[in-house]
């Protein structure tokens, strides 16, 4: 983020856009999903670059590029282990929990 600020071009706005629907992908859908739209969101910003004529140093793709794949990757991740988490704590996970032992809640 704090790379896209040095550099400051209007281009920097469009590529923020993907940012929220990868996150709610990420977070709605898990690991995988997250880093489909990731790339999704990457190419759709490489497809921009060349139809619209945009140049780019290689730091400012990196700038755009990585936040986008982590986004999706480890937002996805968290997600997917929230889920795991709360399905073992239903479910009353047999090795943290042995059945002659009560839980409580």
Do not use: C, H, K, N
């Not at 790379?3 to 590529?15: C, K, M, P, Q």
């Not at 996805?76 to 988490?85: E, L």
């Amino acid at each position: 983020m704090s790379l896209r600020l040095l550099e400051g071009d209007a281009e920097s706005a469009y590529s923020m856009l993907y940012v929220l629907p990868v996150a709610l992908i990420a977070a709605a859908f898990g690991r995988g999903a997250g880093t489909a739209a990731g790339l999704l969101a990457v190419a759709l910003m490489v497809l921009r670059a060349m139809t619209q004529d945009v140049s780019l140093t290689p730091l400012a793709w990196v700038s755009r590029v990585l936040p986008m794949l982590l986004l999706g990757v480890l937002l996805g991740d968290a997600a997917d282990r929230a889920r795991r988490a709360e399905a073992a704590r239903r479910d009353g996970d047999r090795r943290r929990w042995p059945p002659g032992r009560r839980r409580v809640t």
